[in-house]
């Protein structure tokens, strides 16, 4: 199958949203996802239409890419954040530097395994680069083990920091890719 590979436009929040809801209701969105499909689903239109705005083609803060099929059907999407230093990321730590963080990363059960999630990737990539970033990072739960191997297969590798959830005792660990 023939996908196109491009950043999101502002105006396309309604498939935005629709793609996050499909994301967190997978069965494993409990480990992929610190948010929920209720709380995602209970936001109003204008939350989807500025969160699309904010990372659409053109943003500088940020690029949501995603994977269209033939038919026009999303299948896929990660987004980039810029994180900038002096500011504090979502777990509460000091942003050091200037880098990338991808979060959101989603491919449609149908299309995994297919080489489609590194194509999406060298997309967000190579925006992150020409943007300027150095260094980009993610986090990934200690036991989401496809999410780990696809992330090492595309060159990233534990930083050694890693993120308490909760009561749970389980763990976020970070993973970084630096510009070569
Ligand atoms: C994470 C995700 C984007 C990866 O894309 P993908 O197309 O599935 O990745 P690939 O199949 O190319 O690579 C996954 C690797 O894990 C392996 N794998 C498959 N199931 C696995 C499992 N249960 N445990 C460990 N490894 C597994 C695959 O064989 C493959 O190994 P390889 O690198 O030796 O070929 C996709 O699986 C997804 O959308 N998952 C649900 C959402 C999610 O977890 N997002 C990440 C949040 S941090």
Redesign the pocket.
């Known amino acids: 199958m023939t996908y196109v590979i491009r950043s999101v436009r502002a105006d396309e929040w309604p498939a935005v949203r629709e793609l996050r809801l499909a994301?967190l209701r997978?069965p494993?969105a409990h480990?992929?996802?610190l948010e929920t499909y209720e709380a995602a689903e209970a936001r109003p239109d204008s939350y989807w239409r500025e969160r699309t705005a904010r990372a659409a083609e053109g943003a500088d803060g940020a690029q949501q890419v995603i994977a269209e099929g033939p038919d026009g059907r999303w299948v896929a999407s990660v987004t980039v954040l810029v994180e900038e230093p002096g500011t504090t990321d979502w777990a509460g730590l000091p942003v050091e530097r200037e880098q990338g963080h991808l979060v959101g990363?989603?491919?449609r059960p149908e299309?995994?395994?297919?080489?489609?999630?590194?194509v999406l990737f060298d997309a967000a990539l190579e925006w992150s680069w020409g943007r300027g970033l150095e260094r980009v990072r993610?986090?990934?739960?200690e036991e989401?083990?496809?999410?780990q191997?696809?992330y090492r297969?595309a060159g990233f590798v534990p930083s050694g920091v890693t993120v308490p959830l909760g009561e749970s005792g389980k763990r976020e660990l970070e993973f970084v890719l630096g510009r070569d």
Request: net charge positive; proline share 0%.
């Open positions: 994301a997978d494993i480990l992929a996802f990363v989603y491919v299309d995994r395994g297919s080489g489609l999630t590194e993610l986090f990934v739960h989401n083990g496809r999410a191997r696809f297969r």
